[in-house]
């Protein structure tokens, strides 16, 4: 048995691991899905100050209050920024990593400097695509029902925790267990952004033919890899 902690990314919360989840605990794997601050249902928690650092300690905090260890901890999207803060305040739970589909930003670097996205409706606090581009864009490859499924779902992001640099880490001097999957038909992150996180952590590297959701369009032959 595995003990799993999936990280979800932008505009997300738990529900998007919802297949996967079923999946791996009816396999008898130990699964533990949190939802970020500001982000799904914590929406009303939505404040300044909410970044990439806090949400790595609300993550690493569950960890030490949950007793787990040798975790398997993975992330998706802008989760994987968050991952990677997260395991390093949380070394010694740590057994492996998994980074599907993700951003693993260097310290200092932004969003914008790996992703190109079109503009979307952004407030003080928070940003998010609009309704046409969460449909013909980010959901496009899903099938109709499951696409309005997420598009029900979908919220905006905590903004500090997206476009603000990345925090400072020594998390890429340290040595992990970790593998990275990438999803052909998503645009991003680019292809050289996750081979580059692959060769930083001298880390296996896999490729689904799927769209930026695979824990959605392919939950099956994703809950086998992360297994």
């Known amino acids: 048995m595995t003990t799993f902690v999936l990280v979800h990314g932008a505009y997300q919360g738990a529900w998007i691991w919802k ?5 791996l605990r009816a396999a008898g794997h130990e699964v533990h899905v949190p939802t970020l601050e500001g982000c799904a249902e ?6 300044a100050g ?8 609300e993550v690493a905090q569950l960890l030490f209050y949950e007793d787990l260890t040798d975790v398997a901890l993975v992330g998706t999207s802008s989760g994987g920024m968050v991952v990677c803060k997260a395991a390093e305040l949380a070394r010694p739970r740590i057994g492996r990593l998994t980074f599907v589909d993700a951003l693993a930003l ?9 992703v ?3 503009a979307g409706d952004t407030t003080a606090l928070s940003t998010v695509p609009t ?9 496009a490859d899903l099938d109709p029902s499951l696409r309005a499924w997420a598009l029900e779902r979908y919220t905006p ?3 500090a925790a997206l476009e603000a640099p990345m925090v400072a880490t020594n998390f890429w001097e340290q040595r992990w267990t970790a593998s990275v999957i990438r999803c052909r038909r ?3 992150p680019p292809e050289a952004h996750q081979r580059r996180t692959a060769e930083q952590l001298k880390a296996p590297y896999a490729e689904l033919d799927t769209g930026h959701y695979p824990m959605l369009s392919e939950p099956e032959a994703l809950t086998r890899m992360l297994v």
């Open 50 to 57: 909410i970044t990439v650092a806090t949400h790595a300690e």
């Open 42 to 47: 914590r929406r009303g928690a939505l404040r």
């Open 131 to 139: 309704r046409a581009d969460a449909e013909s864009r980010m959901f």
């Open 106 to 114: 260097l310290p200092g670097e932004r969003l914008a400097d790996i």
């Open 186 to 188: 998503a645009r991003n």
């Open 116 to 118: 190109n996205r079109p």
């Open 157 to 159: 992001h905590p903004i």
């Open 19 to 23: 297949p996967v989840a079923q999946r």
